[in-house]
């Protein structure tokens, strides 16, 4: 198997965080293109691989082509480091 590094792109990301289900304006706070669930503390994210679930810490991420995906904390902390603006 040989060895491949990953292109660096920049991407956006928001952390899912408590405050996205209890704020006064979740607007402010929300993806476009994800759906928020507060009872179940979960926001649902339409994928290229189909429906994902982020979780309360998990990042949801816009990738290159404008797609959505959620990312566990650890793996995005692995993967990715804050871009200059």
Do not use: W
Not at 8 to 29: G, M, Y
Not at 39 to 49: G, Q, S
């Amino acid at each position: 198997m040989k060895k491949y590094r990953k292109k660096p792109i920049v991407i956006e990301a928001t952390q899912l965080t408590e405050e996205a289900f209890t704020c006064e304006h979740p607007s402010e706070l929300h993806v476009a293109g994800v759906t928020y669930y507060p009872k179940e503390r979960v926001a649902k994210i339409n994928t290229l691989e189909g429906e994902m679930t982020a979780n309360i810490g998990d990042f949801i991420i816009r990738g290159a082509n404008g797609e959505l995906y959620p990312c566990k904390p650890d793996i995005f902390e692995k993967t990715y480091e804050k871009a200059e603006e």
